[in-house]
């Protein structure tokens, strides 16, 4: 290291001033990735630039479930008919089952005034590989925003709630798994109706409720449903079902720990839901609103009387 | 420094095409990008080749392009931007000021001084993750490292192909 070179050749900066140089503008968007969240419209674009790459990486392993697909054996085939059309009957009795719930729901809440709840669009994805990260659980499918996928849209399987779209470039999009250590989920007890947040427990593949006071009335077994306070997720998704429950008189709160319901970490196909977000009326516009339906109503008045 | 044994016989190398840097580039992008089935595992190809481009021509390939190659690792693999590209920095720099003293040694210890060098770029990626949040997750991290550094070997032979052809180019020659 000592033996720098005379500067008898021009060669520009010196290693450990563009060392420096670089280390800082790491440092500085590194800052404003994890701290501001600015730096999207330029990680779009160099996720753009490293589309095709990802792309081309991605076929060989398509080839081979397609040229795997091709050599199934009937005997399997088979099988797996049976099993999906017994499941399709089960199935279909639900749904009939639900059909006439959801209708009854439907009166009940028009007698009650609340406002009806759309369904809501689903958009069947594919997982292309799962994002090499391994501080992360991190999902990379095959449709973006030319599809109609948006950031903060839920991500549900055949049993449950699966996680978020976190991420929406052109072609791809990145969801982050419920068992995502950053990700956490608005759940309710479907038993007691007991209001909890359930936050991904990491490498262990598991969630945890946190903050739950050690006396709260939950026990082994009980299944969570999502609340659907958030706006994020439609209210009533299996989410996960508690394994274990550790109460210890030295902490306030009891250790919660939740298997999920989904196959989070299995399932290659999955379906995005396009709920759009119910928006809260603000003050000022509750205000403009009253105003204007007085004025209305005045000027029906009014006419009434004139 | 004397040098005891013997050197070994050296092919006198043609000067590198960009072309081939490039390529080698994209190339090992695209390996990294490969659906594997653990992250934590596979070698990263980008720095190892990184490493080697810095090693072999200090005076073509330097932390700018090791930087912009781990903005793009950061981008496409959907971390922490910013990451990827600082590891890949220091990781260039480590290997420019060793890159006069790796050349000396035989293969096998060139892939050690390579080893401490991917180990490093590692822990500074680990260290950037756990200072944003994350958790630690176990010392498999680092096989990935030490299976690049294996790999040394048969990199340096691989990349080198291209410049070891003939300068005469021989029709009658089988090969």
Same mark, same amino acid.
């Given at each position: 290291m000592e033996h720098q070179p005379p500067p008898f050749f021009k060669r520009g900066p010196a290693p450990l001033v563009r060392l420096a140089f670089f280390a800082s503008l790491s440092v500085a968007l590194l800052v404003i990735d994890a701290r501001f969240r600015y730096a999207e419209a330029l990680r779009s674009a160099l996720a753009a630039a490293a589309y095709p790459l990802q792309s081309i990486a991605a076929a060989p392993g398509h080839f081979l479930e397609r040229i795997s %697909? $091709? $050599?199934? @054996?009937?005997? #399997?085939?088979? %099988? +797996?008919?049976a099993e999906l059309r017994s499941r399709l009957l089960a199935a279909s009795q639900q749904a009939l089952r639900y059909e006439a719930a959801a209708a009854e729901t439907e009166q009940l809440r028009r007698l009650i005034g609340a406002a009806e709840r759309l369904p809501f669009a689903a958009?069947? !994805? +594919? #997982?292309?590989? @799962? *994002?090499?990260?391994? $501080? #992360?659980?991190?999902?990379? !499918?095959?449709? *973006?925003?030319g599809q109609g996928i948006r950031a903060g849209q839920a991500v549900v399987d055949e049993l449950g709630v699966v996680g978020q779209i976190t991420r929406a470039y052109p072609m791809v999009a990145e969801i982050t798994l419920l068992t995502d250590k950053d990700h956490a989920i608005p759940v309710q !007890?479907?038993?007691t109706g007991l209001r909890a947040v359930a936050f991904g427990a990491g490498a262990s593949g598991t969630l945890e409720l946190r903050f739950m006071a050690a006396n709260a009335e939950i026990q082994n077994g009980d299944q969570l449903v999502t609340s659907g306070i958030d706006g994020t997720y439609p209210p009533g998704l299996p989410v996960a079902s508690v394994v274990r429950i550790e109460r210890d008189a030295a902490y306030a709160f009891a250790r919660i720990v939740c298997q999920p319901a989904a196959g989070v970490e299995r399932n290659r196909y999955l379906l995005v839901l396009a709920n759009e977000p119910k928006r809260l009326v603000l003050p000022d516009d509750a205000e403009s609103e009253r105003k204007a339906v007085k004025g209305k109503r005045r000027r029906k008045d009014g006419a009434d009387g004139g | 420094m004397a040098v005891k044994s013997e050197p070994r016989p050296q092919h006198i190398l043609l000067p590198v095409r960009v072309t081939t840097v490039v390529a080698s580039f994209a190339l090992a992008l695209f390996v990294n990008f490969l659906p594997w089935r653990d992250p934590a595992l596979a070698p990263d190809f980008v720095a190892l080749v990184l490493a080697f481009w810095c090693v072999r021509q200090p005076r073509l390939v330097g932390l700018g392009i090791g930087w912009l190659l781990g903005l793009l690792t950061d981008a496409g693999s959907g971390v922490l931007l910013g990451q990827h590209a600082l590891a890949y920095s220091m990781l260039a720099f480590g290997a420019l000021t060793l890159s006069r003293r790796i050349q000396w040694f035989p293969m096998t210890q060139q892939a050690l001084h390579v080893a401490l060098l991917l180990v490093a770029a590692q822990m500074v990626a680990i260290v950037v993750r756990?200072?944003?949040?994350?958790?630690?997750? /176990?010392?498999?991290?680092?096989? /990935?490292?030490?299976? /690049?550094?294996a790999l040394w070997p048969v990199l340096t032979f691989v990349l080198l192909i291209p410049q070891r052809r003939s300068v005469e180019i021989d029709k009658t020659r089988p090969i």
């Amino acid at each position: 290291m000592e033996h720098q070179p005379p500067p008898f050749f021009k060669r520009g900066p010196a290693p450990l001033v563009r060392l420096a140089f670089f280390a800082s503008l790491s440092v500085a968007l590194l800052v404003i990735d994890a701290r501001f969240r600015y730096a999207e419209a330029l990680r779009s674009a160099l996720a753009a630039a490293a589309y095709p790459l990802q792309s081309i990486a991605a076929a060989p392993g398509h080839f081979l479930e397609r040229i795997s %697909g $091709f $050599f199934t @054996s009937q005997s #399997a085939l088979l %099988g +797996e008919n049976a099993e999906l059309r017994s499941r399709l009957l089960a199935a279909s009795q639900q749904a009939l089952r639900y059909e006439a719930a959801a209708a009854e729901t439907e009166q009940l809440r028009r007698l009650i005034g609340a406002a009806e709840r759309l369904p809501f669009a689903a958009t069947p !994805v +594919e #997982a292309l590989y @799962s *994002g090499r990260d391994p $501080f #992360a659980r991190k999902l990379i !499918v095959d449709k *973006g925003t030319g599809q109609g996928i948006r950031a903060g849209q839920a991500v549900v399987d055949e049993l449950g709630v699966v996680g978020q779209i976190t991420r929406a470039y052109p072609m791809v999009a990145e969801i982050t798994l419920l068992t995502d250590k950053d990700h956490a989920i608005p759940v309710q !007890v479907l038993r007691t109706g007991l209001r909890a947040v359930a936050f991904g427990a990491g490498a262990s593949g598991t969630l945890e409720l946190r903050f739950m006071a050690a006396n709260a009335e939950i026990q082994n077994g009980d299944q969570l449903v999502t609340s659907g306070i958030d706006g994020t997720y439609p209210p009533g998704l299996p989410v996960a079902s508690v394994v274990r429950i550790e109460r210890d008189a030295a902490y306030a709160f009891a250790r919660i720990v939740c298997q999920p319901a989904a196959g989070v970490e299995r399932n290659r196909y999955l379906l995005v839901l396009a709920n759009e977000p119910k928006r809260l009326v603000l003050p000022d516009d509750a205000e403009s609103e009253r105003k204007a339906v007085k004025g209305k109503r005045r000027r029906k008045d009014g006419a009434d009387g004139g | 420094m004397a040098v005891k044994s013997e050197p070994r016989p050296q092919h006198i190398l043609l000067p590198v095409r960009v072309t081939t840097v490039v390529a080698s580039f994209a190339l090992a992008l695209f390996v990294n990008f490969l659906p594997w089935r653990d992250p934590a595992l596979a070698p990263d190809f980008v720095a190892l080749v990184l490493a080697f481009w810095c090693v072999r021509q200090p005076r073509l390939v330097g932390l700018g392009i090791g930087w912009l190659l781990g903005l793009l690792t950061d981008a496409g693999s959907g971390v922490l931007l910013g990451q990827h590209a600082l590891a890949y920095s220091m990781l260039a720099f480590g290997a420019l000021t060793l890159s006069r003293r790796i050349q000396w040694f035989p293969m096998t210890q060139q892939a050690l001084h390579v080893a401490l060098l991917l180990v490093a770029a590692q822990m500074v990626a680990i260290v950037v993750r756990m200072a944003a949040g994350a958790d630690f997750p /176990g010392w498999r991290l680092l096989v /990935g490292p030490l299976l /690049g550094a294996a790999l040394w070997p048969v990199l340096t032979f691989v990349l080198l192909i291209p410049q070891r052809r003939s300068v005469e180019i021989d029709k009658t020659r089988p090969i």
